[in-house]
């Protein structure tokens, strides 16, 4: 049996930009609060669209995207721990 290689990319997405990664973790929660400590450095009144979100990375192929909730991103935090 093939070992399955996991991946998580904590992604970042500006309005009219390419996405970019900020950094890739072995586990889920990492890449969450990775994105985390980078929401609380963005300006409150910058009204650009900014996506917050991590990529699942299965041996090389994105198998899943999970967007941080901007409603109450502390709790996006706890659920992925």
């Not at 970042?12 to 390419?18: A, D, R």
């Not at 609380?40 to 994105?62: A, H, I, M, Q």
Request: proline share 6%; aromatic share 6%; glycine share 2%.
């Amino acid at each position: 049996m093939e070992s399955i290689n996991v991946l998580h990319h904590a992604m970042i997405l500006e309005c009219e930009s390419s996405p970019h990664t900020f950094a890739v973790y072995p586990t889920e929660a990492a890449a969450v609060a990775r994105l985390e400590a980078e929401r609380r450095k963005f300006d409150p009144r910058c009204t650009d669209p900014c996506w917050l979100y991590v990529l699942r990375v299965e041996n090389g192929v994105v198998t899943s995207r999970r967007d941080l909730s901007s409603e109450n991103p502390m709790q996006e935090v706890h659920a992925a721990m």
